[in-house]
């Protein structure tokens, strides 16, 4: 037996609150990003010095 779909009607309150955090949640990542950056640069840098020899063998 197929069951039925209700379709329920969207509110207003609740998309205001959903807007909201998505826009909460994109300045906390516009605002970590130059530190996140800065960090992944220094470990690439990190890597790159272990992968050259320090020297005779």
Known sequence: MPVPLIKIESNPETARSVAEVGTCIDAMARAVAPA?????????????????????A
């Not at 220094?42 to 005779?56: V, Y």
């Open 36 to 56: 996140v950056q800065k960090a992944c640069e220094e470990m690439g840098r990190s890597f790159a010095a272990l992968r050259r020899p320090t020297g005779p």
